[in-house]
């Protein structure tokens, strides 16, 4: 197939990875990366321009949001179901875990970077939680 007419993408290496800039949007794969598993997850990232699209390929992943505007005051777990799209709206804390063999699909804008993408930093009673929920949520895999 000519390039000009189909281009085909894949990502099999650990972590995030953009894989189509178009326009306004990005479709990225995001995979298991060590640094995701449940007691090494200490921050929450939001989006202040974009929603952001996740929908699960294959394995599993926990999908945590937070409430609260400056800094994480509720957390919330939700075992993602295979393709089913779930949409983080604009502004919402949220990270992830995965399994080792998860793989996932997500949809943003293009424009999604550091500068308009903040962190902030979960307190140890919040990574306890974290580790708790994906727990109650996996546990038949330790994960």
Avoid: K
Avoid at 42 to 69: P, Y
Avoid at 78 to 85: G, N, S
């Amino acid at each position: 197939m000519h390039p000009a007419l189909l281009e085909i993408h894949e990502y099999d290496g650990p972590g995030y990875r953009p894989l189509v800039d178009f326009d306004h949007w990005r479709v990225a794969v995001l995979n298991f990366s060590p640094e995701l598993l449940p007691e090494h997850l200490t921050s929450m990232q939001r989006h202040n321009d974009t929603d952001e699209v996740f929908v699960l390929l294959a394995g599993r992943c926990i999908l945590f949001t937070g409430e609260g505007r400056e800094t994480v005051t509720r957390i919330h777990a939700e075992d993602l179901r295979p393709h089913r799209v779930y949409n983080v709206r604009q502004g919402v804390w949220h990270t992830h875990t995965l399994s080792p063999d998860a793989r996932v699909l997500v949809v943003e804008n293009q424009d999604t970077t550091w500068d308009n993408s903040p962190f902030t930093p979960l307190t140890d009673q919040q990574m306890g939680e974290i580790v708790r929920l994906a727990g109650e949520l996996w546990p038949d895999t330790g994960e």
